[in-house]
């Protein structure tokens, strides 16, 4: 009985929150690593447990210039799916995505993976062709995937709006069944935890400031607490990707731009799937915890503030009422920004640079959370093996060059 009462409620918090243990270790940085990796968001913590756990190369820093978490990995709406249109991007997230559904167990830590359908409205003619189109290509690649009517959607989201008369009716959608959203911070929590137990450090705080390079091979980097050596270094900064690749010399073809989400008050639960629509613009779920997570389009200008310009909110809340008139009552508690790294085919940069020992995972843009898993997966095996995985091989910076470019604009769930 006395679990409920406010002395035993009292008491339960005094006992569970005092004398906290470290879930990971702070460690001074060594004077040298075999391989650093740069960043320390969801994809450079899952290439350090990669790294040790598939590769055994344990001698690796992550070197994070904040605290973990606290760039795209932190900020981002957690949309999770696989359903890309060209075979090389399919493969990749969907390899993603299956590591998705064993990822609590394999990590032993939850990171509320929440399989709940990820809905793409279509709202013209054209966008249920690119709909159709799109449900056929991910078939014929195996991915779940399926075709809804306007009626259907109704049914399955009874607080959307898909009368006729809107101003963009909804003419039917796309569902991805095994699609949904997960814990954000839990997931570089939980690689961070579980890549320091294979001996890896994680050093917070600690801002790279140069690449140091010799005869066209990297020697390290250097960083707010000094000179940190190494034989490999791994870039994986997202939205700072530029600036990383410029202390190299290098110059990659991206553009980082400020994309915007936002939380409202917690509701009881109204929407149970995830609800994405390019036409209108806006994508929006409800978290476990009941608030709405909704997400903006990027601005149109290139910048490193982490928050973004009204008009676009605003336009986005615009959207968010025009289909859940509901909604327009939902008071919104926060929002914020985060520095996306967008590649001319919104599609990633995976692998080797023109200098020795230098490599790069970036290019994410709008939709890189959904990759943390498999991108982690297949840059540690590029790294260990100092060549592409065959996975990563279609997204290698030299694709700029050749022009072999894989057009994934039609996917991405942001318009850019
Ligand atoms: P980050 O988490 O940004 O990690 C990079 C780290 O590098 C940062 O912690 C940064 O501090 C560090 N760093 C940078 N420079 C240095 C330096 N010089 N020295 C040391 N450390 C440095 N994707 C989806 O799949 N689904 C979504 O629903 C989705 N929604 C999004 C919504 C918003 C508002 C935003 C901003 C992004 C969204 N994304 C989404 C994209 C997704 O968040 C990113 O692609 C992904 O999280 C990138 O992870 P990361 O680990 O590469 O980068
Ligand atoms: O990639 O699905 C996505 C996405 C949705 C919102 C931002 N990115």
């Not at 005092?18 to 320390?40: F, H, L, M, S």
């Not at 109704?154 to 699609?179: F, T």
């Not at 806006?282 to 909704?294: E, M, T």
């Not at 080797?352 to 498999?374: I, Q």
Request: aromatic share 8%; with cysteine; hydrophobic share 40%.
């Amino acid at each position: 009985m006395e679990r409920y009462s406010l002395l035993g409620l009292v008491r339960h918090a005094r006992h569970y929150h005092e004398n906290w243990q470290r879930v990971w270790r702070d460690p001074a940085p060594k004077k040298a690593y075999d391989t650093v990796i740069v960043g320390g968001g969801g994809h450079g913590l899952a290439t350090a447990y990669y790294l040790a756990k598939v590769h055994g190369v344990t001698d690796v820093a992550v070197v994070e210039k904040g605290w973990l978490g606290g760039g795209n990995t932190g900020r981002n709406t957690t949309i999770i799916r696989s359903n890309y249109l060209r075979d090389g991007s399919s493969h990749l997230y969907e390899f993603s995505l299956k590591l998705w559904e064993g990822l609590s167990q394999e990590l032993n830590f939850n990171v509320m993976f929440s399989p709940r359908g990820v809905l793409y409205l279509g709202h013209t003619l054209h966008d249920m062709r690119e709909i159709e189109r799109r449900v056929n290509a991910n078939r014929l690649n195996g991915i779940d995937a399926e075709l809804l009517s306007a009626a259907e959607v109704q049914k399955l989201v009874p607080l959307m709006n898909c009368s006729p008369d809107a101003r963009y009716p909804v003419l039917g959608a796309s569902l991805q069944r095994r699609g949904g959203i997960a814990r954000h911070d839990a997931v570089a929590w939980g690689f961070a935890r579980a890549a320091d137990a294979q001996g890896v450090d994680i050093l917070q705080r600690t801002e790279v400031t140069g690449i140091r390079c010799d005869n066209g091979a990297v020697t390290g980097v250097e960083t707010s607490r000094g000179f940190i050596g190494a034989r490999k270094v791994a870039c994986v900064a997202a939205g700072n990707s530029g600036v990383l690749a410029a202390m190299a010399g290098l110059k990659l073809p991206i553009e980082s731009r400020p994309l915007q989400a936002l939380v409202s008050e917690p509701l009881k639960p109204c929407l149970d799937v995830v609800v994405q629509s390019s036409g209108v613009h806006c994508y929006v779920s409800q978290a476990d915890k009941g608030d709405l997570v909704i997400g903006a389009g990027t601005d149109s200008y290139n910048g490193y503030g982490q928050r973004g310009s009204f008009s676009v909110i605003e336009h986005t809340l615009q959207a968010v009422c025009e289909l859940f008139p509901a909604f327009s009552r939902v008071r919104m508690n926060r929002h914020w920004g985060g520095i996306v790294d967008i590649c001319p085919d919104a599609c990633p940069i995976i692998g080797e640079t023109p200098v020795r020992g230098l490599y790069f995972n970036c290019g994410w843009g709008t939709g890189g959370f959904k990759a943390t898993p498999g991108s982690g997966y297949v840059f540690a095996d590029t790294l260990a093996h100092e060549r592409p995985h065959p996975l990563a091989a279609p997204f290698s910076l030299d694709r700029f060059a050749t022009g072999a470019l894989v057009d994934e604009h039609g996917a991405a769930g942001v318009a850019h």
